[in-house]
């Protein structure tokens, strides 16, 4: 079974209370997702193996450490999950960005892949999927299986707030994808909003209704 990392670092947990605000306008909401999915990124990237290299320094020659292995791809859902991506990218910018849209069919309730659009190396790649919110799970769990269909297998999962059902149904679902949240929040109401939450991120992200 996945794990459940919730990072309660205080920067991080004073930055979500504002994000949570009514009050938070469209520009403000923007900034504090990117300075969250950066203090967030740090967690994220613990595990990042480490290789010796032989520098240089103005005193004397010396071995240090960079990053090996894996390179970074951040993956947002469309449309909220691009709110995330500057915040990382400011951390990693050498980490590619590739791109998921989906929608639920009215109808059938299932998700619907309408984009896609993932670096060519992908299975080659540590893939970050990126979404402000994980309530139902539903998007998050197509998602994860559309870029695992494309030869993904390295992926963890990181949003801002989660619902316990919604956690529940990611791991049952994907238990080899590890998740990573600022808050795990109290419950889904009859609406399937995250409750305390913070509201429709995408329409607070863009300033829509």
């Given at each position: 079974?996945?794990?459940?990392?919730?990072?309660?670092?205080?920067?991080?947990?004073?930055?979500?209370?504002?994000?949570?605000?009514?009050?938070?306008?469209?520009?403000?909401?923007?900034?504090?997702?990117?300075?969250?999915?950066?203090?967030?990124?740090?967690?994220?990237?613990?595990?990042?193996?480490?290789?010796?290299?032989?520098?240089?320094?103005?005193?004397?020659?010396?071995?240090?450490?960079?990053?090996?292995?894996?390179?970074?791809?951040?993956?947002?859902?469309?449309?909220?999950?691009?709110?995330?991506?500057?915040?990382?990218?400011?951390?990693?910018?050498?980490?590619?960005?590739?791109?998921?849209?989906?929608?639920?069919?009215?109808?059938?309730?299932?998700?619907?892949?309408?984009?896609?659009?993932?670096?060519?190396?992908?299975?080659?790649?540590?893939?970050l999927v990126v979404d402000p919110m994980?309530?139902?799970?539903?998007?998050?769990?197509?998602?994860?299986?559309?870029?695992?269909?494309?030869?993904?297998?390295?992926?963890?999962?990181?949003?801002?707030?989660?619902?316990?059902?919604?956690?529940?149904?990611?791991?049952?679902?994907?238990?080899?994808?590890?998740?990573?949240?600022?808050?795990?929040?109290?419950?889904?109401?009859?609406?399937?909003?995250?409750?305390?939450?913070?509201?429709?991120?995408?329409?607070?992200?863009?300033?829509?209704?």
């Amino acid at each position: 079974m996945s794990e459940v990392h919730v990072i309660d670092h205080p920067l991080i947990q004073h930055k979500l209370t504002y994000l949570r605000k009514k009050e938070t306008g469209p520009k403000e909401f923007r900034e504090l997702a990117n300075e969250i999915s950066t203090l967030m990124a740090y967690e994220v990237t613990r595990e990042l193996p480490l290789k010796e290299v032989e520098i240089e320094t103005p005193v004397m020659p010396t071995t240090s450490k960079v990053i090996s292995g894996k390179k970074l791809a951040i993956v947002p859902i469309l449309r909220a999950g691009l709110g995330m991506v500057d915040g990382i990218v400011d951390l990693i910018p050498a980490a590619k960005v590739g791109h998921i849209g989906l929608y639920r069919d009215p109808e059938t309730l299932e998700p619907v892949e309408y984009y896609c659009k993932m670096p060519t190396d992908i299975e080659a790649r540590e893939l970050l999927v990126v979404d402000p919110m994980l309530a139902t799970g539903g998007t998050a769990i197509a998602a994860l299986q559309f870029v695992k269909d494309r030869g993904a297998k390295n992926i963890k999962f990181m949003c801002l707030v989660a619902a316990p059902e919604g956690v529940k149904k990611l791991q049952e679902s994907h238990p080899d994808v590890d998740i990573y949240t600022a808050a795990l929040d109290k419950r889904l109401n009859d609406h399937a909003y995250i409750e305390p939450g913070l509201g429709d991120a995408g329409d607070r992200l863009f300033g829509t209704k």
